[in-house]
């Protein structure tokens, strides 16, 4: 174990299409995170857009999960909590914290004190300008009436992570814009009284490359996108779990040794004895089928032979 603090963190899939890669390497940075730290790992379906979502996209992320092998202590639907999501902002309208649009949308009323800049584990500070500061004052966090008054994507997933005591938000680099305006939405959280929330420190951020193929981002519509079929064409679970953590982490000493790493060497490597990384990651399917003969080849060696004794 390399740190005391035992990390909270989340995986939030929209259910939107298939299981994708880059939400699978998501997924296992967030579980390496909590698991080596003996924190718990949240599996939260975005699912608050009720005109993207798809039912059948909820068991492909089930299942590709439980495939890889990675666990989770919650599962949570962002459905089911909207009327949550729709008392706080009500809440926060009678607090000041916000206003009502003349068709019923809440609007986050931008404080004075917000912060400037949020550190992110990967890519250091990042800085929230004045720019983004205007663009975010009437933010959103309830659609209005003629819209359905859900909540919006950035409240939901906000509200979650404070209610939830998240305390680290591992997800690509395309987050960050996303993340200036989470920080907003968090800072007013920490003035809603009384609802029995307790002012929190913002959760670390680490925002890691995007997952690159052919030099073009790894597309829903990329063939090589999709983690089942990784599955159906008879990977080993642990190859892909090796070579996805490799996507964006990478070990201090990048030696051979290294390079093939079990699911214990990698809970105690991940942490303490590596980095992610913020430049993107290239999609090497050459490289996966390398994993693939190594990690067989692995369990091949570990298995007693068949009809051989046991050795005394
Ligand atoms: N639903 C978002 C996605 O699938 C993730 C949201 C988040 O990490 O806050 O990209």
Redesign the pocket.
């Known amino acids: 174990m390399t740190s005391t603090t035992p990390y909270i963190t989340r995986l ?3 259910p939107t299409g298939m299981m994708h890669i880059g ?1 699978a390497r998501t997924g296992l940075f967030a579980w390496l995170a909590a698991r080596a730290t003996g924190g718990r790992f949240i599996l939260r379906l ?1 699912d608050t857009d009720a005109d993207r979502n798809i039912a059948a996209a909820e068991q492909p992320i089930l299942d590709g999960l439980r495939w890889l092998g990675l666990d989770w202590d919650d599962y949570v639907r962002q459905s089911d909590r909207m009327h949550i999501y729709a008392s706080m902002a009500r809440l926060m309208l009678m607090q000041g914290l916000a206003t009502e649009a003349d068709n019923g949308a809440i609007l986050l009323k931008l404080q004075g004190d917000m912060p400037r800049a949020w550190h992110d584990e990967v890519a250091g500070e990042i800085a929230i300008t004045d720019r983004d500061l205007e663009l975010m004052d009437g933010l959103p966090l309830l659609r209005g009436q003629d819209k359905g008054g859900q909540a919006t ?1 950035q409240f939901a ?1 906000v509200l979650d992570d404070y209610q939830m005591r998240v305390n680290y ?1 591992i ?1 690509g680099t395309d ?1 960050i814009p ?1 993340t200036a305006k989470q920080v907003a939405i968090w800072h007013s959280l920490d003035k809603v009284i009384p609802n029995g929330l307790a002012p929190q420190a913002l959760p670390k951020f680490a925002h890691v490359g995007l997952i690159m193929k052919d030099k073009k981002k790894l597309s829903k519509r990329d063939g090589a996108a999709s983690l089942l079929d990784y599955r159906d064409r008879g990977f080993d679970p642990d190859a892909i779990f090796n070579f996805l953590l490799r996507l964006g982490w990478g070990p201090r000493v990048d030696n051979k040794e290294n390079s093939v790493l079990t699911r214990d060497r990698a809970l105690e490597m991940f942490l303490g004895e590596g980095r992610m990384r913020s430049s993107n990651a290239n999609f090497d399917e050459v490289k996966l089928a390398w994993f693939d003969k190594v990690h067989k080849n692995l369990k091949r060696k570990a298995a007693p032979e068949a009809g051989a004794a046991p050795k005394a």
């Open positions: 939030a899939p929209s939400t975005d994507y997933s938000i997800r987050h996303n």
